[in-house]
């Protein structure tokens, strides 16, 4: 589990340093970018590798009532991450629309997967991600964006099913069947 939480802490540090040491962060500037995108891709390799490789305490188990959910749940986190990207109406209401999708993919993860490894890595994303909404609540005020076409939501919804449908088929082929 120590690459686990090592690639935790590489994707984690890097997005905390804006909010935490701003003055660190504007010292490094421009060539400060390359390093920490660096650590945060090299923390996602760890995350995964770590994850595959952990071993830990069991407590629960994957349910079909549980898997319908986990598949709503990550659904409505795609399409979150989609409509922040294209400003839709659902971005222009929740402040934190990315981030709330990856809590709400946390949750989702969670309800399927009750064991240590788990624990760490969608309970340690998902809690970066409500305390990376906490900072940046703190720090900035807010203005939504402007509206854009209703075409965007639909491009929203379109795009969100179609990478999910996407990332359905990569759990498949690595051997984590989605739908039960």
Request: proline residues 6%; without cysteine; positive net charge.
């Amino acid at each position: 589990m120590p690459l686990l939480a090592l690639g935790l802490a590489l994707w984690v540090v890097p997005h905390l340093l804006k909010r935490l040491a701003p003055d660190l962060r504007a010292q490094w500037g421009e060539r400060g970018k390359l390093p920490l995108t660096l650590a945060m891709v090299a923390g996602i390799a760890l995350m995964v590798l770590g994850y595959r490789a952990a071993e830990g305490s069991f407590y629960w188990g994957r349910s079909p009532a549980m898997v319908g959910i986990n598949n709503l749940l990550m659904l409505l986190s795609i399409y979150l991450f989609a409509a922040a990207g294209m400003k839709t109406a659902v971005a222009r209401k929740l402040r934190h629309p990315m981030l709330l999708g990856v809590v709400l993919w946390s949750v989702a993860h969670l309800l399927v997967n009750g064991d240590t490894p788990s624990f760490l890595l969608f309970g340690g994303l998902g809690l970066w991600a409500l305390i990376q909404m906490a900072l940046i609540n703190r720090a900035e005020s807010w203005t939504p964006p402007a509206a854009k076409p209703a075409k965007f939501e639909a491009m929203a919804l379109a795009g969100a099913l179609l990478v999910y449908g996407a990332i359905a088929g990569v759990h498949y082929a690595l051997g984590y069947p989605a739908f039960g």
